[in-house]
């Protein structure tokens, strides 16, 4: 039996990259190159946008970077000395190409291309006070509220502009924008949503919403933009801008279990590192008697290595991945989830019969998967299933960008850990505690979002968005 392993899993949305590199010749294909790096960020739709003096030219299509972005077309685009670009998976706005991005709109300031990773949590309130005024929508994302804002304030120059729409919204977002000659990235005042900024050697920028974007065009990391910042990148270098007071920082906690690649670095802590030093606080606060520590791959591997150093238990494979399904197959609704559940893992017979394994797992999130992945660990021999989660229960919805289905769809928000394990049929299970994984990513205790675990959003949430 084959099983999916992100039918189970939060989801994250997008991400961004942008690149100043004045007389590029191949400005397109480095914005690939960084695109295809991000990749496991949106696997749905692909975007990028020119900045020709103010002459925006994009293309955005639905699927991957590299299906979507032919030689043809790259040559059709051409070059130019600022882009941005996108990959997408949709959490709010229906999938399909009107809602890719970048989104490019043109307004009485010139022409303008913004790309964002997050989600605004008072959008629909600010869409209906817009549309009330007038405005017109062409898709369903709120990228364009952001855009709507900054036209209405053109009149006060670009950087004014951006910086009064960003007044009213509130929520989550990463945002790379290109206008005028300039490339702008901004991160909001919690910071939830990754962004940092890097230099070529041979001069020119570039922001992504991870560095691992930076190795890929031969860039180098200078550092992450901060909570509140807005860097402005022009022919005079990078200048920087508190444009709101930073509030308590609150990282994605998910970055670091699940999201982003473990050879990436967020606000200054590499990933595997992280996930490794998860695994090895989920064997202090769990330990168990096994034969072996196996993952569910690949998201699960760092912590299992953490979990097997720190135990003395061996580390070994017993589930492998059927590499040559893509993400992209697995459409984001309930249906297709199902149908591409038995695609993904298949089990190493002959390195589980008859022994007692420790399964390290990132997340529970509906339970369902777990749940097939221990029957066919069982069927294929195991004695013995304890399952380790590198991340605490996820309780409450995110509202942030983070694709998590409605509260009651949690296993979490309605059973105990007893009642999970009853359900995933496991012989025992821990979860880390949320003070383990903060120790674990080891920036501080004011740090983290951590509102999926205990439902202490970091800013209020409208009621017109609680589901
Ligand atoms: Fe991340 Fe959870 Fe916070 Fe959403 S609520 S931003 S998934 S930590």
Same mark, same amino acid.
């Given at each position: 039996?084959?099983?999916?392993?992100? %039918?189970? =899993?939060?989801?994250?949305?997008? /991400?961004?990259? /942008? @690149?100043?590199?004045?007389?590029?010749?191949?400005?397109?294909?480095?914005?690939?190159?960084?695109?295809?790096?991000?990749?496991?960020?949106?696997?749905?739709?692909?975007?990028? #946008?020119?900045?020709?003096?103010?002459?925006?030219?994009?293309?955005?299509?639905?699927?991957?970077? !590299?299906?979507?972005?032919?030689?043809?077309?790259?040559?059709?685009?051409?070059?130019?000395?600022?882009?941005?670009?996108?990959?997408?998976?949709?959490?709010?706005?229906?999938?399909?190409?009107?809602?890719?991005?970048?989104?490019?709109?043109?307004?009485?300031?010139?022409?303008?291309?913004?790309?964002?990773?997050?989600?605004?949590?008072?959008?629909?309130? $600010?869409?209906?006070?817009?549309?009330?005024? /007038?405005? @017109?929508?062409?898709?369903?994302?709120?990228?364009?509220?952001?855009?709507?804002?900054?036209?209405?304030?053109?009149? $006060?120059?670009?950087?004014?502009?951006?910086?009064?729409?960003?007044? %009213?919204?509130?929520?989550?977002?990463?945002?790379?924008?290109?206008?005028?000659?300039?490339?702008? &990235?901004?991160?909001?005042?919690?910071?939830?949503?990754?962004?940092?900024?890097?230099?070529? #050697?041979?001069?020119?920028?570039?922001?992504?919403?991870?560095?691992?974007?930076?190795? *890929?065009?031969?860039?180098?990391?200078?550092?992450?933009? +901060?909570?509140?910042?807005?860097?402005?990148?022009?022919?005079? &270098?990078?200048?920087?801008?508190?444009?709101?007071?930073?509030?308590?920082?609150?990282?994605?906690?998910?970055?670091?279990?699940?999201?982003?690649?473990?050879?990436?670095?967020? %606000?200054?802590?590499?990933?595997?590192?992280?996930?490794? +030093?998860?695994? =090895?606080? $989920?064997?202090?606060?769990?330990?168990? %008697?096994?034969?072996?520590? @196996?993952?569910?791959?690949?998201? /699960?591997?760092?912590?299992?290595?953490?979990?097997?150093?720190?135990?003395?238990?061996?580390?070994?494979?017993?589930?492998?991945?059927?590499?040559?399904? &893509?993400?992209?197959?697995?459409?984001?609704?309930?249906?297709?989830?199902?149908? #591409?559940?038995?695609?993904?893992?298949?089990?190493?017979?002959?390195?589980? =019969?008859?022994?007692?394994?420790?399964?390290?797992?990132?997340?529970?999130?509906?339970?369902?998967?777990?749940?097939?992945?221990?029957? *066919?660990?069982?069927?294929?021999?195991?004695?013995?299933?304890?399952?380790?989660?590198?991340?605490?229960?996820?309780?409450?919805?995110?509202?942030?960008?983070?694709?998590?289905?409605?509260?009651?769809?949690?296993?979490?928000?309605?059973?105990?850990?007893?009642?999970?394990?009853?359900?995933?049929?496991?012989?025992?299970?821990?979860?880390?505690?949320? !003070?383990?994984?903060?120790?674990?990513?080891?920036?501080?205790?004011?740090?983290?979002?951590? #509102?999926?675990?205990?439902?202490?959003?970091?800013?209020?949430?409208?009621?017109?968005?609680?589901?």
């Amino acid at each position: 039996m084959l099983v999916c392993p992100h %039918d189970d =899993k939060l989801r994250e949305e997008c /991400g961004v990259i /942008g @690149i100043y590199k004045q007389g590029a010749p191949n400005l397109t294909q480095m914005l690939c190159y960084g695109l295809i790096a991000l990749q496991h960020r949106g696997q749905e739709s692909a975007g990028i #946008a020119l900045n020709r003096f103010g002459n925006v030219v994009h293309y955005k299509e639905m699927g991957l970077v !590299q299906d979507v972005f032919t030689p043809a077309i790259m040559q059709s685009l051409g070059t130019g000395d600022i882009g941005i670009g996108h990959v997408r998976y949709s959490t709010t706005g229906e999938s399909y190409v009107a809602n890719a991005q970048p989104l490019v709109v043109h307004y009485k300031g010139g022409g303008i291309a913004l790309a964002h990773n997050g989600n605004l949590v008072n959008a629909a309130e $600010l869409r209906n006070e817009l549309e009330d005024n /007038g405005s @017109i929508f062409s898709t369903t994302i709120d990228t364009e509220v952001i855009a709507n804002l900054i036209a209405r304030h053109y009149s $006060l120059g670009y950087q004014e502009a951006i910086i009064r729409a960003l007044q %009213d919204v509130s929520g989550a977002y990463a945002l790379v924008i290109t206008c005028e000659d300039k490339l702008i &990235g901004l991160r909001d005042p919690y910071g939830l949503r990754p962004l940092c900024l890097g230099e070529f #050697a041979d001069g020119g920028y570039i922001l992504a919403s991870e560095n691992v974007a930076f190795d *890929m065009v031969g860039a180098n990391y200078l550092r992450d933009i +901060e909570p509140g910042e807005m860097v402005i990148i022009d022919g005079a &270098g990078v200048t920087s801008y508190t444009y709101c007071p930073p509030r308590r920082k609150s990282i994605c906690s998910f970055e670091y279990v699940y999201f982003a690649r473990p050879d990436s670095t967020v %606000d200054g802590r590499n990933i595997y590192e992280a996930r490794r +030093e998860a695994g =090895k606080m $989920l064997a202090k606060e769990h330990p168990v %008697d096994a034969d072996l520590v @196996i993952a569910v791959p690949d998201s /699960g591997k760092s912590a299992a290595i953490g979990y097997a150093q720190q135990s003395g238990i061996p580390f070994g494979i017993g589930l492998i991945k059927n590499k040559y399904m &893509g993400r992209t197959f697995i459409q984001p609704n309930q249906e297709m989830r199902e149908l #591409a559940v038995r695609l993904k893992l298949n089990v190493l017979q002959s390195n589980v =019969k008859g022994k007692r394994l420790v399964l390290i797992d990132d997340s529970i999130v509906r339970g369902t998967t777990s749940r097939r992945i221990i029957d *066919m660990l069982k069927a294929a021999g195991a004695t013995e299933v304890h399952v380790r989660v590198s991340s605490p229960p996820v309780t409450h919805s995110c509202y942030f960008g983070i694709d998590t289905p409605n509260r009651q769809h949690l296993v979490a928000a309605t059973h105990s850990v007893e009642q999970i394990r009853e359900m995933i049929h496991a012989d025992s299970l821990g979860f880390i505690s949320q !003070q383990g994984l903060i120790d674990a990513v080891g920036l501080g205790d004011q740090a983290l979002c951590t #509102a999926c675990f205990n439902g202490c959003y970091p800013m209020t949430i409208p009621q017109l968005t609680i589901t």
